[in-house]
């Protein structure tokens, strides 16, 4: 049985909290839910539905970066050194590092810390220790006057990703994350008007040849099972996409609620979408995170006229789209103004858009997905937007 239960949140680092945090609720239509600002840690919490977002800010120069370090996390993590397996409480009064993450310094913004709900912390971490993985931060437990939970951090195998480990101890179910400030209290309720109903994957970005290891760690150390993304997916090979500009490998493992892709570039002619991450990411990690809209024509529709700017594929595959799926039940111009994509596999179909780069760099960026019982992940789009392209430039 696995001890992961589902996706609690994924974790942000970034330059600076408050810009990524507007961007997020006044164009991506986030709430705040809470937050935390401490002489050493800018922290918030966004929720959308059921997909919750950390966003940490990290200090920006380098001194003020091993000021943090020594003065932050730094003292946490020496104190768990020492009392290796014991539990210690985190006091809310002294403590002034991050709380559920780990400071990295990156050159970059990332989305780097994907963070499970398990069902024990302590049996968890004990396996990861015997199985000889990275421990970043051992079991410790973090209460307020509201709610405890126990949670650890350990390293991923990919790149600056981590995973913070979550259980919830007692308290009030509506708090997610103890020892913030609520500044949208109405904003807890799990069952809120948004269109999301839940983190439907993960997507890392992987160079040539990890993807073997990757799934072999997490299926070792989470129970992660593979999950086949359509019929062309081979169990050795993966799912293989290669043309001029497209050359990836797609994969797919899933454990619980939690569904983690991985598309590992294939070297050939052009900078393929994978490649492309790797490099302004400057690595591997996290590229994408979708969200499962329950209808993806009024979300999509709502969070462009909030001023979410999102990837539009050219005009010609909305001709593809018609060819390939003759009269369906979406209609191609509405799909084409809003820039959402149509994938049909032979379980079903999926409506899948994907917004522009989140930051700065060009890298980290959200997709919107409807699944009509399609367990796919877009396959079937990647391919037909290269068959644009190239006929495109085959004149
Ligand atoms: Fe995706």
Redesign the pocket.
């Known amino acids: 049985m696995s001890f992961i239960k589902r996706i609690a949140f994924v974790g942000l680092q970034v330059r600076c909290g408050e810009t990524i945090v507007q961007h997020l609720t006044n164009r991506f239509r986030f709430t705040e839910l809470s937050h935390r600002v401490t002489q050493q840690s800018c922290q918030w919490i966004l929720r959308q539905g059921g997909a919750v977002l950390l966003v940490s800010e990290m200090p920006k120069s380098s001194s003020e970066r091993s000021k943090y370090f020594s003065a932050g996390s730094g003292q946490l993590l020496t104190k768990h050194r020492k009392y290796n397996h014991v539990h210690e409480f985190i006091d809310m009064n002294t403590y002034r590092g991050f709380l559920y993450d780990h400071p990295v310094t990156y050159p970059v913004d990332s989305a780097c810390n994907v963070a499970f709900e398990v069902s024990s912390v302590d049996e968890m971490v004990a396996r990861l220790r015997a199985a000889g993985c990275e421990i970043l931060a051992p079991p410790h437990t973090v209460r307020d006057s509201t709610s405890q939970v126990s949670v650890a951090i350990v390293a991923s195998p990919v790149g600056n990703v981590r995973h913070t480990l979550v259980e919830r101890v007692d308290g009030d179910p509506a708090v997610l994350l103890p020892g913030f400030e609520r500044d949208n209290p109405s904003g807890y309720c799990v069952q809120d008007s948004s269109h999301v109903d839940s983190v439907?994957?993960v997507?890392y970005a992987l160079p040539a040849g990890q993807w073997k290891h990757v799934l072999a760690w997490y299926s070792k150390n989470f129970d992660f099972k593979r999950h086949f993304v359509n019929r062309l997916d081979d169990e050795k090979e993966g799912c293989v996409l290669q043309g001029v500009g497209v050359g990836m490998r797609l994969a797919a493992m899933n454990a619980a609620d939690c569904t983690l892709?991985l598309a590992e570039s294939i070297p050939g002619p052009g900078l393929n979408q994978v490649a492309m991450f790797l490099s302004k990411h400057q690595g591997p990690g996290i590229q994408?995170l979708?969200l499962h809209s329950r209808d993806i024509v009024e979300h999509v529709t709502c969070l462009q006229n909030s001023g979410a700017d999102f990837f539009k594929p050219p005009a010609a595959y909305y001709q593809q789209v018609l060819e390939r799926n003759g009269a369906s039940k979406f209609c191609p111009e509405i799909l084409k103004r809003l820039g959402i994509l149509l994938d049909v596999d032979e379980e079903g179909s999926l409506l899948?858009a994907?917004t522009l780069p989140i930051f700065e760099e060009d890298t980290f960026f959200l997709?919107i997905?409807q699944r009509c019982h399609s367990r796919g992940?877009?396959a079937g789009n990647i391919r037909a937007l290269w068959h644009t392209v190239q006929a495109y430039m085959d004149g």
């Open positions: 439907d994957h997507t892709v994408h979708a899948q994907f997709e997905i992940f877009g």
